[in-house]
């Protein structure tokens, strides 16, 4: 880093905070309260304001520039929705406060509820779970509990097709079940006969993400819904693609029992870094007594309601926590994380029916307009029209000795984030684009024009990729010792 550290800039003496003067006896502080092994650095003010508002800008988001992570949809967060999560309404309740007292904070929830079953076509939704990992566990364990109360003990084993995240396989592991892979076919599709060859008795259901992770919609997501279901198994979707979705398809329409919604990537709160996130679960009618709670009903009210003193004729509502007849209990403390799901609510009344629609449209236009132009330099291994993301095969083969790590590096020298790299596992080399729809067409034109000036230095300057990134605060770094020996605090030279 070529600017120095606080630590570096300390100078004895110097200090940023003025204390007025004592004006009552000195106690001095206990002895064991005081450390003399805590050097810390002697600063003014200006110092550390400079020192954070730099780090601050050394950091990339969105709101700095394009981030194509394939699988991540890094959109844009409107700041609406930040505005409406900080009105003081809802910063100051609190989750113990009786419902009678926040009912319009139980409203916020019950339509979010009620908009995600009309997006989804399922019959009930759980707003609990606190990111997509948790709601792929969330509705294993109702597949799970669906199974046991129907006495069915022989099932064991969750079908996951190879083009699959890894959460699927973990947390199908976490609930007791022994991970199967299914093929893909050359098209990118589930590959139906080796699907047809493990359905059995002993299978308790198959998660597909659809669109899938090669940014493809499987072409027989209806056989396979039938072949699943045949062997008395359940079909549970991997919701974090429901960009290229949203107004065009209902999953459950699909033949899909159960699937979660990451929050944090369709409906644009801020991700990465770890959180919050939310990732609601959606269920058809046989598994809906079997969601996690509570979750928000309505009631008509017995009472005739009085708002503002005036009495309503119309009919009353009384919005109240329900526990689900059969629920597998709670995931999350009190009520899942609600900034989250008031960011989420914000962008979908912003948009509206017609506007989430075109989400999706702009969404799978821009995919397959980078694709287009991309297809021309880069090895494309699925040659299909894509949703809302798309999977390059690696650099150009006449690039000898270059690597998708090495174009991903180059990236950052001319100002864009990379794209997700080495996944899905099925594409050697893999380059996974996702655009999102908040992108202009210049950006994705100044983002394609870059790819295919790097496309020919991997070929005619190949040195300059090896070397990448040049203009980044930290250049090419050594990722294996970083990830065998993390230095994750800055230590004072001996
Ligand atoms: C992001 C993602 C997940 C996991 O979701 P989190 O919210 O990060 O826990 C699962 N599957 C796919 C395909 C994803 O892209």
Redesign the pocket.
Known sequence: MSEPLIFEISSPGRCGAFLPDCDVPPTPLPTEMVREDLPLPEVSEVDVIRHYVRLSQLNYGVDKGFYPLG??TMKYNPKVNEVAARLPGFVRTHPYQDPDSVQGNLALMFELQEYLKELSGFEAVSLQPA????G?LTGVLIIRAYHQAQGDSKRTKMLIPDS??G??PASTTMCGYTTVEIKSDERGNVDLEDLRAHCDDTVAGLML?NPN?LGLFDEHVLEIADLVHGCGGLLYG?G??FNALMGIAKPAHLGFDVMHF?L??TFSTP?GGGGP?S?PVGVSRRLAPFLPGPIVVREVSEESCVCGGEEHEEECYILRWAMPERSIGRMKSFYGNFSVLIKAYTYIRMLGAEGLRQVSENAVLNANYLLHRLKKAYPLPYDRTCMHEFVLGGPPPEAEGIHTMDVAKRLMDYGFHPPTVYFPLIVREAIMIEPTETESKDTLDAFAEAMLKIAEEAVHNPDLLHSAPHVTPVTRLDEVRAAREPRLRWVPPE
């Open positions: 699988s991540c990111a997509g990992a948790h792929e699959a995240h959460t699927n993400t992770t991997d974090a693609n990451n944090h990537k991700h996130g990732g």
